[in-house]
């Protein structure tokens, strides 16, 4: 009898366990969360949960909760592999990425192999910030969607906006030794060659990834250069301590970026005096945003004291959620096959599409300068008392760029 009530006990605790699993939706968030990418990966986290908790409070994914599984990958490709299949192993089927597009790359190719060796258990890759333009080329995957613009897209706006700029006459580029940074002195230099061949590009530097703790000697050779005008991709710690030393030896260039919205990077530029000279390229605004974008920036701050760096994230997201909800099943590929030419309202106002024929989203971009409050500013950022202003908007059909993709469908 004792025996008896033991198995009723155990297969009670596996039924119980089982339905548990089943409940819950895991999503495997693979990032920095040490070294010294860990604050950006931290900062990614906190946008993940605050979502996820939205989600859950307004009844999850078809009744399912949504959890947020935290891994850090170290800003390591090989380290990433094996987060993910932690995560797989821990039930999860849906894995989430962005910082680093080499190690995207190495997650993109680990999921589509995966899920030909294991058919009916499909795992579904989100990225949200990896950039590399070959991640939806030549290297795209069915399995793979990117929520941000591709860095063709953004280099495309920046160099739309330098063609404007007549005073702009010579450009420096300094980028991180790995394959986005690579890519992008690549595609920087191809495009200001075909919209100001006037321009001259005084230098062209790589260094080594969240490895440098003083930019002193690059921003010597930038000075010496003559450059007027400074082009990086830079991210994390990257850019705050490259500003930072623009700072220290009163460099007064030009500063056209990527990331300088990033931890770090308001008070870098504030502390460098650089008032509308630090330039980023970003998918939303939050002085510009709707009103319930707005309302969202206020909550968001007030929970974490940290400004909503990533509108994308939230795309991303609500565009899941709706999938989940339209295919009536949390399954990864019936969920792939409803986000495949998705349109869907973003974040900040207006419409944005998932591309069917590579997985690239395309929304309204901004360039926006970082400066002092102007009137009816609403948001500052890091305390600083300086805020973004929108210098120019790219619509969405003109973010459009054409891709080599050749995707194969299961």
Same mark, same amino acid.
């Given at each position: ?30 990032? !920095? ?21 939205? &989600? ?38 849906? &894995? ?120 002193? !000697? ?10 007027? $005008? ?31 919205? +990033?931890?770090?990077?308001?008070? %870098?530029?504030?502390? %460098? ?33 940290? #400004? &909503?760096?990533? !509108? ?14 339209? %295919? ?5 590929? %019936? ?33 926006? #300068? ?5 009137? +009816? ?5 890091? +305390? ?9 908007? &790219? ?8 891709? $080599? ?6």
């Amino acid at each position: 009898m004792q025996k008896l009530a033991i198995l009723v006990a155990v297969a009670t605790s596996l039924t119980w366990g089982g339905a548990t699993a089943q409940e819950t939706v895991k999503l495997g968030y693979i990032d !920095p969360l040490s070294g010294g990418g860990a604050a950006v990966g931290e900062g990614g986290l906190k946008h993940f949960q605050w979502l996820a908790e939205q &989600i859950n409070a307004q009844g999850g994914l078809l009744g399912k909760k949504l959890e947020i599984l935290p891994l850090d990958n170290k800003t390591n490709p090989q380290e990433s592999v094996v987060q993910a299949q932690k995560a797989i192993d821990a039930g999860a089927r849906y &894995i989430t990425q962005g910082n680093g597009s080499s190690v995207a790359a190495a997650l993109s190719d680990f999921v589509t192999k995966y899920n030909e060796r294991n058919p009916g258990k499909e795992v579904l890759y989100f990225n949200y910030a990896a950039v590399d333009d070959s991640l939806t080329n030549e290297k795209c995957s069915f399995w793979h969607f990117r929520w941000d613009a591709s860095s063709g897209i953004k280099m495309a706006a920046i160099t739309n906006y330098v063609k404007s700029q007549p005073n702009i006459k010579k450009i420096y580029l300094i980028n991180q030794d790995y394959s986005f940074g690579q890519d992008l002195r690549k595609i920087a230099r191809k495009m200001l060659e075909a919209k100001r061949p006037d321009i001259e590009i005084v230098g062209d530097e790589l260094h080594p990834l969240l490895k440098v703790t003083d930019f002193s !000697p690059y921003i010597a050779k930038i000075k010496a250069s003559g450059a007027d $005008t400074v082009i990086s991709g830079n991210w994390g710690q990257d850019i705050s301590l490259l500003l930072k030393a623009a700072a220290d030896a009163g460099l007064q260039a030009n500063w056209f970026t990527y990331y300088a919205g +990033g931890i770090g990077g308001p008070t %870098a530029i504030k502390q %460098a005096g650089l008032a509308d000279k630090v330039y980023d390229i970003v998918e939303g605004n939050s002085n510009t945003a709707n009103e319930a974008a707005q309302a969202a920036e206020v909550e968001f701050r007030k929970k974490y004291d940290l #400004s &909503i760096w990533y !509108p994308r994230v939230i795309n991303e997201l609500r565009m899941f959620t709706k999938a989940v909800k339209e %295919a009536n099943s949390t399954d990864p590929k %019936a969920v792939a096959l409803k986000l495949e030419g998705m349109t869907a309202d973003v974040f900040d106002g207006g419409q944005g599409t998932m591309r069917k024929d590579d997985h690239q989203f395309f929304q309204d971009m901004y360039v926006r #300068s970082f400066g002092p409050l102007a009137a +009816g500013q609403k948001f500052d950022e890091e +305390g600083t008392g300086w805020g973004w202003t929108v210098k120019g908007k &790219i619509a969405a059909a003109d973010t459009t760029v054409p891709t $080599t993709c050749k995707m194969e469908r299961p």
